[in-house]
């Protein structure tokens, strides 16, 4: 059964830092473009990172750029993203997303096969 499940979430102030992880299980992650998403009540989710199946290629929304890095660890089967500088607009839920697609536009959230229950984020004094 191929499930990814996210942890790490929590209350951080603005300027500090988290990281949060994304196990998969019953998959290689190293097979897969892994992408973290985000959500606030009332707006859509939207793409703030991806990583390609050999670990080679990154994205970043441009919100994020300089401030989060996400990184792969195969051993683990774990795909992090380091979040840095957090601003509270950073706020939101975030899923972590798998894709077993070849061609695609990693915003998109309907490439994306399986998707984790979410980890909250509040940044916040």
């Known amino acids: 059964q191929m499930q990814v499940a996210e942890s790490g979430g929590g209350l951080v102030q603005p300027g500090g830092s988290l990281r949060l992880s994304c196990t998969a299980s019953g998959f290689p992650v190293n097979y897969y473009g892994v992408a973290w998403f985000r959500q606030v009540p009332g707006k859509e989710r939207e793409g703030v990172s991806w990583?390609?199946?050999?670990?080679?290629?990154?994205k970043y929304a441009d919100s994020v750029k300089g401030r989060f890095t996400i990184s792969k660890d195969n051993a683990r089967n774990t795909v992090y993203l380091q979040m840095s500088s957090l601003r509270p607009e950073d706020t939101g839920n975030y899923y972590c997303a798998v894709t077993g697609a070849t061609s695609y536009s990693w915003r998109d959230v309907n490439q994306y096969d399986y998707w984790g229950q979410g980890t909250q984020v509040t940044v916040s004094s």
């Open positions: 990583i390609n199946s050999n670990g080679d290629e990154t």
